[in-house]
């Protein structure tokens, strides 16, 4: 390492993407639920990459996996199997309502394969190619990429990038009066967070998401949710919509699946899945071996030590602990949430208070600029939860009320 701090941040200023902005620090290594920066500072990590390091870091069962994948096959394109590859998709069907997996590389792409599925299955296999409408809500967010843009219900996202792909409408989330007045004949899905993420960490309530599920049976849509922030025992439960006992037609993962490796599923039925033949998508790097044996190994690890029970107990106690700072600083106006992907709403203080928190060692970041988010790895302790509520306490003691 010859280049200081300084030097680094400068160039990775100068030529790095203009899209980002990223902390003044450069982060180094990693061990559980702690994160540590070049120049030796710790940090207690809240944010994990944005619910993707879901087993923290240099977890040793992730880290020895990899290791052996890495040394004996890392990519073979989709043109062969691997065992990884097909252990992957039978666990993941095995586990969910699904038949097939569509694996990918990335959210985006997860919802991009979703949505195209979509519409090819209304067209060729149902016959009706008119039918080819996505309705998606308000304050959601589902990518960057054009279709999974054109979904995505903020027009922030969508400034300067016009025209948007035509057959996309938006409703209000838990307004199922509003959906069903956007849902009609030519509706080929619904598309929906079940608890919005980067909207605000906005959950659905159970009985929309139920009056969704009949609105597309009567309409012939299918619906999709999409659980890349929320999926993998985030919330408690492996798909977040488990909560409100409904079925989906295709499910969207990504961010945990992979605990840090890059990997995207697309997961639906085999009646659906007969609209996509040979050739009708595809994907260089999707499902290689090694992001497979990562997300293989985190479902594992998932099982073998109990981190939904962990991510259900370990929110509750968030949730107390925020609720309670909320009482004594009026700065936080509500906690929102469930398991371990929970917001605090601050309003326009929300930034600043991520700024404080730094100050004191803590990583957290803003969901729909108003509302501060928690979405830690999923090994948190009860010690660690302990430790994040006392440093956001400290960091809040700057907004204390006057
Ligand atoms: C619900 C949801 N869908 C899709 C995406 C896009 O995922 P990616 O950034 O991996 O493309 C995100 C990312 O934040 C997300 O939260």
Redesign the pocket.
Known sequence: MTRTTQELLEAGDRHGSSTFSPARMILDHGEGVWIYDRDGNKYLDFVAG??VTSLGYNHPRLTAALRDQVERLMHVSNLYYSAEQIELVDTLCARSFADRVFLCN??????ESAIKLARRYQNVVVGKPEKYGIVSMLK??????MG?LAATGQPKYHAGFEPMLPGFDYAEYNNLEDVASKVGPNTAAVLI?PIQ??GGVNPADAEFLRGLRKLCDDNGALLIF?????GVGRTGKFFAHEAADVRPDIV?L??GLGGGV?I?AMLSTEEIFQAFVKGSHGTTFGGNPLAARAALTVLEVLDEEELMANAAARGEQLREGLEALAERYDVIQSVRGRGLMMGAICGDAAPAIVGECLKQGLLINTAGGNTLRFVPPMIVSEDDVKEALKRLGKALEVFANS
Do not use: L, M, N, W
């Not at 990335?106 to 919802?111: I, K």
């Not at 959601?140 to 990429?145: A, I, K, L, M, N």
């Not at 999409?226 to 929320?230: F, W």
């Open positions: 944005i619910a990335s959210g985006t792409e997860a919802v959601s967010f589902h990518g960057r990429t999974a967070e993420g980067e999409d659980e890349i922030q929320t969207t990504a961010k890059p995207g």
